[in-house]
DNA sequence: TTATAAATGTTATATTATTACATACTGTTA
DNA sequence: TAACAGTATGTAATAATATAACATTTATAA
């Protein structure tokens, strides 16, 4: 069961702004589409983001530099994620795999490490993409 | 059997500095290191970097925005890259898993999607920062 | 209530990366 | 050799991404 998260106004406003894109928002252009409400400087923006992938509601697409609402609703921090990029449209999707997260969560080696977190991002072309 | 790459002059400079590096280098501490050697913009590094990348010489850990050189003998092109990343040493290490670098180069799913490519970081605390 | 943590507002600045344009070098082929 | 194509370089300017520092306010809980 997953914890109720009471978003503060920032958060609920920047939340709900990344929820309804469908494609992954860069900081900058998040800022641009909220400044009507209010939020008026980049520190505000990356605050929030900050905290909402702290508690697993967006997550941060690393190799873009931008953030996509959580699509599994499972994930209550950002510690075990995956996403599929198309390199032509740039198209993100959360994999929700229960076989790769298993065998990544498990992951270990013989290196000695602890490992608690993991990002996984892979690359290649959609299904529209290919048929072109 | 790997194809030799001739690296240019400013191609060396850069590939040799991180690959004396015990820890990724950011794009503007290589910057300042090879000042001295005549490379003076920024814009010199980051096309050194992107060629060094493309050709498997070196790898970009997305999450710190730095650059290591690579590990495996056998990276031609940086596609299939797994690194091990201590959250409180900040140690990076590139990861050489045979049935890991399988399972996930063999990685499909129902999207439809052809992947080509792959990224992953685990993070965690090495042995020396559990230990403390 | 009092204390504490969390969130906000604001300005300035640091860090990372690219655009645009001119020039030079390297290897191939006519 | 000459012409060409591809790759690499040099330089200036600027865009894009992210954080520091400090003051204030709001929410939560002892
Ligand atoms: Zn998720
Ligand atoms: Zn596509
Ligand atoms: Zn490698
Ligand atoms: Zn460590």
Partial sequence: MQKEHNLSKNQKIIFDLIDKSREPMK???????????GIKAPLQVYRALDKLVEIGKIHKIESRNAFI?????????SK???????????????????????????????SGMKYSKYNLEFFGLCKKCKSK
């Fill in 80 to 110: 075990a994620t995956a996403f599929s990029i198309c390199e032509s449209c740039e198209n993100v999707s959360e994999i929700s795999n229960s076989k790769l997260s298993k065998y990544l969560s498990n992951f270990s080696d013989s």
């Fill in 27 to 37: 900081a900058y252009s998040i800022l641009f589409n909220v400044q009507k409400k």
């Fill in 69 to 77: 609402a959580c699509q599994n609703s499972s994930c209550q921090v």
